[in-house]
């Protein structure tokens, strides 16, 4: 039950039985990716005016009309031409969404960041805030009238890339999932256990495979290395 | 069968559709195929417990293809003339019950302040503070040698930055505050009917009709109509959260979200046409007042006929 409530992450199935899935992002990270494009914006903002203040009234109709799109549609021209990232959200791994895990379109886009002043109300986004903590997609209100999410967008594991130099080995038969974790994990953690306690580890297989000590150790690495994708 | 031969068997076709979906414009009438094929072979991993990395280099593939497939139509061609002569117009008459609310939200306090300040010449500090009042009596003084605010033609460029800034910024407000159960969107019809109705009232009373009229009467078809159509869209908005219907208020927000969405274009539009006139159009003070109000009074005919006929034909 607490756990349902307390778990971020969201399901869709689409047309062909596929389940999409993301994990949605909390008020903390979406404050702070405001907060840094809130920056980001004003820096702009500075240096446009420096820049063309000094141009008379062509200057100031460019500085109002720049302010206007810096104000009203920065974060609509990002969302939908840079994969759903503002600079502030890219800092923090997050993007926005439609709520069937779709690429955000401009009216969704639109609608969800013109909302944003009602999001402010009364003062500093409170509006905003309590919505969002009070609904467990952690949507604010332009988010639920343009039906949208923001979502950790999942980096590339990287930890695949720092393997044993072992040749791979198949393995002997169909793993499940938890048994294929812990060959990976055996793997992976090569450069953290001590040589000993791999050969240990490695040794409680031997009914099975026949194998004890450094061959032991080689040979469950190389059945990791295999599940994780190398093949040689 | 063994994970490392349905690797074999299936990378090339894995490989061909990543590389495609890299590309920014797929041309491979295969796609769907292949796309469903992929889908199958993520069901076949996940099923035969092949090893998670696989499933997941499957599942973000797919996860590729399905955004490829299912991508709204972003073509732009003739989506705009489209939206113009169709779209627009429609959605204004779908929302007639808004819009005809918004505008009595709107033109009621304009004329009943309008009124007031005509026949009582302190009513105006009501609303607005002495200093902003006399700034608008001598920028409407018809002995001054300019009308509008202080200003020549050279100002006209910054003065369309300002309006673009300023109105849609007031009619982004208008429309946005609507989902505060539609209380934002009255506010901003009921504020703006009363300022505007107070200054008009003030200057008639004042004897500057020669150069107040004038200057509105151009660009006002476009901007106080679109003022009203954005709070028509907020009032919708709110209307979907108080009386949902047979959905539920999340999914009744969202349709009308989806329906608000199309007057909000429409509205900015014509707060751009708008302010592309009154930068550069009603501020001339050159051009006989008689030519001004035909113009101005055409420009409040075509946008009449235009929300009640176009897009009739289909």
């Not at chain 1, 702070?32 to 100031?60: E, H, P, Q, S």
């Not at chain 1, 090569?190 to 450094?214: D, F, N």
Request: aromatic share 12%; hydrophobic share 45%.
């Amino acid at each position: 039950m607490i756990q349902d409530k307390l778990d971020t992450g969201y399901l869709v199935e689409t047309p062909e039985a596929i389940e999409l899935s993301a994990r949605l992002a909390g008020p903390v990270p979406r404050v702070l990716a405001y907060a840094m494009d809130f920056t980001i914006r004003t820096i702009v903002l500075l240096v446009i005016g420096l820049t063309f203040a000094f141009w008379g009234n062509t200057g100031i109709a460019v500085i109002l009309l720049i302010s206007f799109f810096i104000e009203w549609l920065y974060p609509v021209v990002f969302e939908v031409l840079r994969n759903g990232q503002t600079p502030g959200k890219k800092a923090l791994g997050l993007a926005v969404v439609n709520d069937d895990l779709t690429p955000v379109t401009w009216s969704t886009s639109l609608v969800r960041n013109l909302l944003r002043a009602a999001d402010f109300l009364p003062v500093g986004y409170a509006f905003g805030l309590v919505c969002m903590i009070s609904n467990s997609r952690f949507q604010r209100l332009g988010d639920l009238a343009a039906g949208s999410l923001v979502i950790y967008r999942q980096a590339a594991d990287k930890r695949a890339a720092d393997l044993p130099d072992v040749p791979s080995q198949t393995p002997p038969l169909i793993l499940n999932l938890e048994d294929q974790v812990a060959f990976t994990g055996f793997a992976q953690r090569h450069k953290q256990l001590s040589e000993s306690r791999k050969e240990e580890l490695a040794t409680i297989l031997e009914p099975l495979t026949q194998k004890s000590g450094g061959a032991a150790v080689r040979y469950v690495q190389g059945v990791g290395a295999w599940l994780l994708g190398r093949r040689q | 069968m063994k994970q490392e031969l349905f690797e074999v068997q299936h990378a090339p076709l894995w490989e061909k559709l990543e590389s495609e979906l890299a590309e920014k414009k797929p041309r491979d009438t295969q796609f769907p195929q292949n796309f469903r094929t992929v889908c199958h072979h993520l069901a076949l991993a996940k099923h035969r417990r092949y090893s998670p990395q696989l499933v997941d280099r499957l599942n973000a593939l797919v996860i590729d293809a399905h955004h490829r497939f299912y991508q709204k139509n972003r073509r732009f061609r003739y989506q705009w003339l489209d939206f113009i002569v169709f779209e627009f117009p429609l959605a204004i008459r779908r929302n007639a019950r808004f819009v005809l609310l918004a505008l009595a939200l709107f033109t009621l306090p304009l004329l009943v302040m309008g009124i007031g300040c005509y026949n009582n010449n302190e009513l105006i500090y009501s609303v607005a503070p002495a200093e902003q009042v006399q700034s608008f009596e001598s920028m409407y003084d018809p002995d001054a040698e300019k009308i509008g605010r202080e200003r020549d033609s050279e100002t006209d460029l910054a003065m369309f930055g300002f309006y673009i800034k300023n109105n849609i910024g007031v009619s982004f407000r208008t429309f946005a505050g609507g989902i505060l159960f539609g209380v934002g969107s009255i506010f901003f019809l009921v504020f703006n009917g009363l300022s505007i109705g107070s200054v008009a009232g003030h200057l008639t009373q004042m004897g500057y009709t020669s150069t107040f009229y004038p200057f509105v009467v151009g660009h006002g078809a476009f901007e106080l109509t679109a003022i009203v159509f954005s709070g028509a869209a907020g009032m919708k908005l709110g209307y979907a959260l108080i009386a949902p219907g047979t959905l539920s208020r999340l999914d009744a927000l969202r349709v009308a979200g989806r329906e608000t969405v199309i007057i909000v274009y429409g509205s900015t539009l014509m707060l751009i046409i708008a302010a592309f006139l009154e930068a550069f159009w009603s501020s001339s003070a050159a051009l006989p007042v008689a030519v001004k109000y035909s113009v101005g009074g055409c420009l409040w005919a075509l946008v009449t006929i235009y929300f009640l006929f176009a897009g009739r034909a289909r």
